[in-house]
């Protein structure tokens, strides 16, 4: 199947020549999509009026006559380049082609759309038994789903933390989940964030059954990157395409898709089992750039907020708590229209709010769970059913199970099993001292002996060329200062160490990070997720922009050889022999 062109917006001749230089906004008569076209010397450029971070809609930028500004997010996006301003250096829009007559002077704008991959090969939807498909809640973002005589596990987190210590199970997972995921048919890991790949889950998992089929799609940054260097000993991970449909039996197949602004990250995915579509977007930020099949059975999305250290770990400027309250606030009403406005115009005939069943348990933490008030599942379906009353919702609970066929014959019966009277439905232990231990190990490793490490670290990074000065403190639990901690700063522009800031004008970023943690993450060359997802650090920043290439490049891009802690050590053994045959 190939693409096809769509015309989305057609301007007449006299529209056109009313169409004044720089942005114009139009909307289309009859659907009420809007466009931006903008007129510029030499050319014609236009894309749709939605933003690329969460949909978005774009008005006129006050400050710059070629930028518009995203009402939901304060995203900027340069129309005469089709680049995102804010955040420097990330993003650029999908564009439409413009098309003048020549003959009558009317213009096209025309959109290029690629076939829906889940259209290949369709199968009609057969008639359902009870008991043929369910789905059994586990915890956060993990669902087993049971169809005809197999069973697929989406996302196992079941034990330990996410993001170094920073996030903990908030639901307490049924007392046979470890056995009925070693038991699964197939294991579905939609991106490599430790919430949905859980490395303590995965190494009691191995020790049970390391042969396990596991599916992740074919991200830039491979998900499993770690599991070598992780101990876990699985061996039948299967990387597959995106957009092509994986048969398990002759009635069930999946289909692992991008997500549309972070396509090197995240994935989601499309099970059908008898002609029946089940749609997990799981975190995905645009779920395959936005198209997504209409009307499947069943739908389940992330919908809480919070997943980010952004705004309760930053200070200083305009960060203060009753901002940080405010600007919380009005997130969780922005993302709770967004889910809804979603889901009522993919119009599903059931759908489940999940992923989002965590906390922030640490007792040191207690200020960013205090400060992280999150959306309910409770509340977003209470939001659907009043936009949506045709669509039945389901606000989990551990052991609670949707039939779908029931669901699909009457939607008042009894479709949902909720767990018996008396089952546990909140963690309230999490091992603390267990996973913290591991961490505290790292901080009293060789390699932090020596300052030269802070030099040999950056260099394998390899991040320069970027005006822009850190100053990173090492600091206790409550983040102040180590006693005998590094504090030192980096020059990104030609990735030098000076004692002080540079006279020539740059950006400034602050981050005071728990030692505990940064030194686990140095030692093991891991991502910098564990330190601004899960709270570990504090920051502030002059001026207050969010420098993208910096966070991409140690969140998504660091190299995947991980061979900074060997010729560190190699080198300080030779400078230590050295030293002492002197």
């Not at 942005?23 to 749709?48: F, Q, S, T, V």
């Not at 042969?211 to 991200?219: E, H, K, L, M, N």
């Not at 546990?424 to 002996?449: G, M, N, P, Q, R």
Request: with cysteine; aromatic share 12%; proline share 6%.
């Amino acid at each position: 199947l190939g693409s096809v062109s769509k015309t989305v917006l057609r301007l007449e001749a006299e529209d056109v020549q009313t169409l004044k230089d720089g942005i114009n906004l139009k909307k289309h008569p009859e659907d009420g999509k809007c466009y931006i076209i903008y007129k510029g010397k030499d050319k014609m450029r236009a894309c749709r009026n939605q933003c690329k971070h969460q949909g978005g809609l774009f008005i006129e930028d006050i400050e710059d006559s070629r930028t518009v500004r995203c009402t939901k997010h304060y995203w900027k996006l340069n129309v005469a380049t089709m680049e995102y301003v804010n955040p420097p250096d990330s993003f650029t829009q999908d564009e439409l082609e413009v098309v003048l007559s020549d003959t009558d002077g009317s213009l096209e704008l025309l959109e290029l759309n690629p076939p829906d991959p889940w259209t290949a090969e369709p199968r009609e939807a057969q008639e359902l038994h009870a008991g043929e498909i369910t789905l059994t809640y586990i915890t956060h973002a993990c669902m087993e789903l049971k169809a005809g005589n197999k069973r697929m596990m989406f996302d196992p987190w079941l034990t330990g933390p996410a993001f170094a210590r920073g996030w903990w199970l908030l639901h307490e997972p049924p007392s046979d989940a470890m056995d009925r995921l070693s038991q699964a048919d197939l294991i579905y890991i939609s991106h490599m964030h430790s919430d949905h790949l859980s490395y303590p889950t995965l190494q009691r998992l191995s020790m049970k059954r390391p042969d396990i089929p596991i599916y992740v799609g074919d991200t830039s940054r491979p998900v499993f990157w770690y599991l070598e260097k992780s101990g876990v000993n699985l061996t039948n991970v299967n990387v597959v395409p995106f957009g092509v449909w994986q048969n398990v039996d002759e009635l069930l197949r999946f289909m692992i898709l991008m997500d549309g602004v972070h396509p090197e990250l995240d994935t989601c995915l499309i099970v059908e089992y008898k002609g029946h579509m089940i749609l997990n977007t799981v975190d995905c930020t645009r779920p395959n750039n936005g198209r997504l099949p209409h009307g499947v059975d069943v739908m389940m999305s992330d919908f809480a907020g919070g997943a980010s250290g952004f705004p309760m770990t930053f200070h200083g400027g305009k960060y203060t708590e009753s901002w940080k309250a405010d600007f919380i606030k009005n997130e969780r009403k922005k993302l709770l229209k967004y889910k809804t406005q979603l889901v009522k115009s993919l119009q599903p005939k059931i759908y489940c709010p999940f992923a989002g069943y965590f906390t922030e348990a640490h007792p040191s933490d207690r200020y960013i769970k205090e400060t992280n008030i999150k959306n309910s599942a409770a509340d977003l379906n209470q939001s659907i059913r009043k936009r949506c009353p045709n669509i039945l919702t389901w606000t989990p609970v551990p052991g609670s199970v949707l039939d779908l066929a029931l669901a699909l014959h009457d939607p008042s019966s009894s479709a949902i099993t909720e767990p018996p009277n008396g089952t546990k439905i909140y963690k309230d232990s999490w091992d603390f001292d267990l996973y913290l231990e591991e961490l505290k190990a790292s901080v009293s490793a060789e390699i932090f002996k020596c300052k030269s490490w802070i030099q040999y670290y950056y260099n394998w990074a390899g991040f320069k060329g970027y005006n822009l000065v850190i100053r990173v403190i090492e600091t206790e639990d409550d983040f102040k200062p180590l006693k005998g901690g590094y504090d030192y700063l980096v020059d990104f522009l030609d990735l030098s160490f000076p004692d002080e800031r540079p006279e020539r004008d740059h950006a400034f970023e602050e981050i005071k990070n728990r030692v505990n943690v940064m030194r686990h993450v140095i030692l093991n060359g891991q991502l910098w997720d564990d330190l601004y997802i899960g709270y570990n650090n504090r920051m502030s920043r002059d001026p207050d922009v969010y420098h993208h290439k910096l966070w991409n490049h140690f969140q998504i891009e660091l190299p995947l050889l991980q061979i900074f802690v060997n010729i560190y050590i190699y080198f300080y053994f030779f400078i230590s022999v050295f030293s002492t045959l002197i």
